[in-house]
């Protein structure tokens, strides 16, 4: 006798039809260093049909020539679209890559002509006779909230202390959304309270997780590693404290090497003259790597460093690679990022230096490879901040938020609910 199925859990999602997901970003597909949002991308395509609308253009454009550069690719992308096998990162089989033609000023007579553009260019996503999800990692919407069951927003930084980003168009964009989203998720604390202060209500706390298999494939064991401190990101004037990454160098000469890779000021401003110093001093510039390659890189090295700068922008960031330099084996030492120093507070494998000084003398003392055991046991810790487990949380949450919103529309008046964090 065969035994009937269970029902489905009312509030699963589970036997309903999957969501049509819309993602509005804050970068393009093919930025060099990927960051939250084409995981995310990646991990609600797994299910759902997902639309991915590259940067709609919050930071200010420069007649310089990276800008002149990505401005032709994205007239090229707008053209012929994206490939789905790019070999620098692959589109995921259910997921579109987007690349509206708007002017990147997001204030006064540009808001008309750019709000019918972006509508036009998400028309198959407006027409999905599923659920329509919006998923958006910019406040700057043009109210397609309207044409969606469900919205959130996904902030990851308090977008409006970054220089060069149009200030105004994010804080009002915010205060509609609050009036707006459905959901909203923070990666840190203070990003969170932020949130909180412009009125959001429904807030999730998340903090940014990274592609740890692939870090602790690459972990080599202690005999294999170099004295070596790695810094892997953006080599930006406005994230990193370069007097500290002066003084480290220089500290470093005789013991081990700093090793730096990443785009050179991928988010405005220019490095290239800190660079040359750093490499003078004895620095070494590794260039912009594969995820592939940085895993291997970090994984012959002993120490992963957060030098940033103490400012308004990074005090709400949440460092993904916190747990890419513990998935490689590394200790970490950072500067005391608010959300570094508690994620410090519940491990001994990172530390949230004090000053300068201490920050260099805290690298000095574990420069030196650690023992098999102590790898180790940083690549299990790391273990629990993946995007396996957390890509799972984010198509349960997708899959959960259209049957919830038609269950608060279905509410009489004064009983609306909601999934709090």
């Known amino acids: 006798m065969t035994t009937p199925p269970s029902p489905p859990d009312p509030l699963s999602g589970a036997g309903s039809a999957a969501p049509t997901i819309l993602v509005l970003g804050t970068a393009e597909w093919n930025a060099q260093i990927a960051t939250n949002q084409h995981y995310v991308v990646r991990e609600l395509a797994r299910d759902s049909d997902t ?45 579109t890559v987007i690349s509206p033609l708007i002017v990147p000023i997001h204030q006064g007579p540009t808001r008309l002509p750019n709000r019918l553009l972006l509508e036009r260019a998400v028309a198959e996503w407006r027409r999905s006779p599923s659920p329509r999800i919006l998923w958006t990692f910019t406040p700057v919407t043009y109210s397609l909230e309207q044409y969606a069951d469900f919205t959130l927003y996904h902030c990851v930084d308090i977008l409006q202390a970054f220089p060069g980003i149009d200030a105004s168009a994010v804080s009002v964009g915010e205060r509609n959304l609050a009036e707006r989203a459905d959901l909203t998720i923070g990666t840190s604390r203070a990003v969170t309270a932020h949130l909180a202060a412009v009125g959001f209500s429904e807030v999730l706390t998340l903090p940014n997780v990274a592609e740890i298999d692939v870090f602790s494939a690459a972990s080599q064991p202690a005999a294999q590693r170099l004295p070596a401190a790695l810094f892997a990101g953006n080599l930006s004037p406005h994230k990193l404290d370069f007097e500290l990454l002066r003084t480290l160098t220089t500290a470093l000469q005789g013991h081990g090497e700093l090793l730096l890779a990443g785009p050179i000021a991928a988010g405005g401003g220019g490095f290239d003259r800190e660079l040359a110093e750093l490499e003078r001093l004895g620095a070494r510039y590794l260039g912009v790597l594969t995820l592939d390659q940085l895993a291997a890189a970090a994984g012959t090295c002993s120490v992963g460093l957060i030098p940033y700068a103490l ?15 513990l998935s490689s084996g590394l200790n970490v030492v950072s500067t005391p990022i608010p959300d570094v120093v508690e994620t410090a507070g519940a491990t001994k494998h990172i530390t949230a230096a004090s000053s300068t000084g201490d920050f260099v003398d805290r690298v000095l003392a574990t420069i030196r490879p650690d023992t098999d055991d102590v790898i180790k046991a ?30 608060v529309v279905a509410q009489p008046a004064g009983e609306t609910g909601g999934i709090r964090g």
């Open 51 to 95: 639309y991915f609308v590259e940067s709609l253009g919050l930071r200010r454009v420069r007649l310089d020539s990276k800008d002149v550069t990505r401005i032709a690719k994205r007239l090229r992308h707008a053209v012929v679209g994206h490939q789905k096998t790019a070999a620098y990162r692959p589109v995921p089989e259910r997921a």
């Open 378 to 407: 940083r690549v299990r810790y790391a273990g629990d901040f993946g995007w396996r487990s957390r890509g799972g949380l984010l198509r349960d949450i997708a899959h959960r938020m259209p049957r919830r919103a038609a269950e």
């Open 311 to 325: 400012n308004d922008y990074t005090a709400g960031v949440s460092p993904l690679k916190c747990y890419e330099y």
